[in-house]
Nanobody
Framework: QVQLVESGGGLVQAGGSLRLSCTAS????????MGWFRQAPGKERQFVAA????????YYDDSVKGRFTISSDNAKTTVYLQMNSLKPEDTAVYYC????????????????WGQGTQVTVSS
């Protein structure tokens, strides 16, 4: 079974930056796309960004375009989410997932998830 581990969350002031990391156990991502979702208390898990290990194509939710950047390492074992110009509304638990099929924008199209890392942005 694939294991995903997120790290890098924390408390930051509005306008600040954080970089999240997600490391996959076992083999590299291969042909899989990897994505970041976030979930605030009482709300549904929401798509943030995704990346293709093969093509390096990236996908972003409109709410983070121009502020967040998703990337992966050369070995394709770790995916990063660089978050700049953070806003209080970015506060959530951020999850890394492995995409399995179809659109990257929907939670149901991912088959493995990490435990999440908390990001809190104060105003």
């Amino acid at each position: 079974q694939v294991q995903l581990v997120e790290s890098g969350g924390g408390l930051v002031q509005a306008g600040g930056s954080l970089r999240l990391s997600c490391t996959a156990s076992g083999r590299p991502f291969g042909s899989y796309r990897m994505g970041w979702f976030r979930q605030a208390p009482g709300k549904e898990r929401q798509f943030v960004a995704a990346i293709s290990a093969l093509s390096d194509a990236t996908y972003y939710d409109d709410s983070v375009k121009g502020r967040f950047t998703i990337s992966s390492d050369n070995a394709k074992t770790t995916v990063y989410l660089q978050m700049n110009s953070l806003k209080p509304e970015d506060t959530a638990v951020y999850y890394c997932g492995r995409h399995r099929s179809s659109s990257v924008y929907y939670e149901t199209n991912y088959d493995f998830w990490g435990q999440g890392t908390q990001v809190t942005v104060s105003s």
